[in-house]
């Protein structure tokens, strides 16, 4: 009977250290700095380029896998402040980054992002700015 009960403590422990990290993820729009963004369509413009891209803002989550854009990927928080957002990510066995987001402004941020995609390293820096709506 012992054993049964213990069994399924362990269960239950096992259930929510599966579930915290979705449910972490699923959240992300809680993030201090994600929520103070305006929604609308942002350009992204590359530091040291005239490379951008445009992207429309309605889950600013998507600024913290710009490399690995639409992939279910594992996120944590490594700092969370009004003026400064750093996230882990990893995508998979091999694919993972890291991204730093500072807000400037409620419609200005300096993006940079890290880490590998496709057994490739990439190194980003953006200057994101909103610029309409969309």
Request: glycine share 8%; aromatic share 6%.
């Amino acid at each position: 009977m012992k054993a049964i009960t213990l069994m399924k403590i362990i269960s239950a422990s096992i259930a929510v250290f599966l579930v915290f990290p979705i449910s972490a993820t699923a959240h992300s729009s809680e993030l201090t700095l994600l929520s103070s963004l305006q929604k609308g369509e942002w350009t992204l413009k590359e530091r040291g380029s005239q490379t951008s891209k445009k992207l429309c803002l309605g889950d600013p989550a998507i600024l913290l896998q710009i490399q690995h854009s639409g992939a279910a990927c594992s996120r944590y928080v490594i700092q969370d402040k009004p003026g400064i957002l750093r996230v882990s990510y990893k995508c998979g066995s091999s694919d993972h980054g890291v991204t730093t987001i500072k807000r400037e402004s409620s419609g200005l941020i300096q993006l940079q992002s890290q880490g590998i995609k496709a057994n490739a390293p990439f190194s980003l820096n953006y200057e994101g700015r909103r610029t309409g709506s969309c």
